[in-house]
């Protein structure tokens, strides 16, 4: 993996490529070349439909829905969170489930917002990781945790509160920052920081 650096040049011989000269200059030898470009989110039904289009995505109120009657769910759905209040577009499929069965609970029990964190995770051999809420480029980043031993947290901070917390192996530490998120309270950062906090302390109480 190299970062901060694009590629300037491909290098071929006999009909394949063989190497890359990137932008920093370094030249490294390939085997293979795997280009993922992205794609773009399906929008040609809900333009059909005549539904509100914003920011790549249909806009949809705090319970997904688009207009009478039509719902929206997935990566199309430009959806104004009620926990983190800002509109938000994931391209995920653990969203998009939990999309649909906020949906079927709006039609089948009367409309309601849908008020789950995004959340995904992934397991690379001995590494476990997990990602709950919405992290922009506008917050502050929070280390928790011992990043040499692959065992720690990131906060992602704005105007004080949690907005997103990444995990490594660290399981607890970011179910308890989602309820922290969810609670919508300031926090302070060296509290964060420190491995000597017990984080479940910052919570309100059930009276509170």
Request: hydrophobic share 35%; charged share 25%.
């Amino acid at each position: 993996m190299r970062t901060a650096t694009t590629v300037k040049e491909w290098h071929s011989y006999g009909g394949r490529v063989t190497g890359v000269t990137l932008s920093d200059g370094r030249r490294e030898e390939v085997d293979a070349v795997l280009i993922a470009i992205g794609i773009d989110p399906n929008l040609q039904l809900p333009r059909a439909l005549g539904l509100p289009i914003q920011s790549g995505g249909v806009q949809v109120d705090e319970g997904l829905r688009a207009a009478d009657g039509v719902y929206c769910a997935g990566d199309i759905a430009l959806h104004p969170h009620p926990v983190l209040g800002e509109s938000i577009r994931v391209e995920h499929w653990e969203v998009a489930k939990h999309h649909g069965r906020g949906i079927g609970s709006s039609i089948a029990s009367g409309h309601a917002p849908v008020t789950r964190l995004p959340y995904f995770w992934s397991d690379q051999y001995d590494v476990s990781l997990e990602y709950r809420g919405h992290a922009s480029g506008q917050d502050r980043a929070i280390w928790r945790g011992d990043k040499e031993g692959l065992h720690f947290s990131v906060f992602y901070i704005r105007d004080g509160r949690i907005h997103a917390v990444l995990s490594i192996n660290d399981k607890k530490v970011n179910e308890v920052g989602g309820k922290l998120i969810e609670s919508r309270r300031t926090v302070d950062e060296k509290t964060l920081a420190d491995v000597s906090t017990d984080l479940s302390e910052l919570l309100p109480t059930a009276a509170g």
